[in-house]
């Protein structure tokens, strides 16, 4: 009787520790992996992001970490780590290793406030691009996974470069980021996923 508990303490744990913890460590994965530079962003972060798969146990991963495909089904929840201003936020996941896809948008969303208690980042406006679970090829490398947070511009809303109709292949975030007015991202986080 003891051992599943064990178990799903370490579990638990494991998802705890699991998180970013410092801004150069995720700026020095991101430069290892060459995101910045497929995106074209420049990514000088001032807060952390923090990724969670609402599953049982909560499954939370680091900058770069390996996930596997079934834990990424569930919306995912936000935390910004390190910031005090309330939003709103834009959050944004792409996969730039789409192939003849090109960049894949995997979610689009604003409106997300900031609990400075918490950290927790709430939205309560639909999706422009509802989550859409990474996918890559069967026996393909592992594809990267980006998640990025800006400051919301107050025009963001009215925007019409990004709808719910828009092709998510061939996304372009950085022109999307300068035509509304986002600037840079002010966190983000990735992770790997393969079939």
Do not use: E
């Not at 497929?38 to 909560?58: C, H, I, Y």
């Amino acid at each position: 009787m003891r051992f599943p508990i064990f178990v799903a303490l370490l579990s638990l744990a494991s998802c705890a520790l699991a998180q970013d913890t410092d801004i150069p460590t995720v700026v020095a994965a991101f430069n290892s992996a060459n995101i910045p530079t497929a995106f074209g962003l420049r990514f000088s972060p001032t807060s952390l992001l923090q990724v969670t798969f609402p599953r049982n146990p909560p499954y939370t991963f680091s900058s770069g970490t390996n996930v596997p495909r079934d834990a990424t089904a569930p919306v995912p929840t936000f935390k910004l780590v390190g910031a005090t201003d309330t939003g709103p936020y834009v959050i944004a996941t792409v996969d730039p290793d789409g192939g003849s896809f090109g960049h894949v948008r995997h979610f689009l969303a604003g409106n997300y406030q900031l609990d400075v208690n918490t950290g927790a980042l709430t939205n309560t406006s639909a999706p422009i691009t509802a989550w859409f679970q990474p996918t890559p090829g069967a026996g393909n490398p592992a594809h990267r996974y980006v998640f990025w947070a800006f400051k919301q511009s107050p025009d963001f809303n009215q925007q019409r470069i990004v709808t719910a109709q828009t092709y998510i292949g061939n996304f372009n975030l950085s022109s999307l980021a300068s035509q509304t007015q986002l600037g840079d991202p002010v966190a983000a986080s990735f992770m790997l996923v393969k079939q």
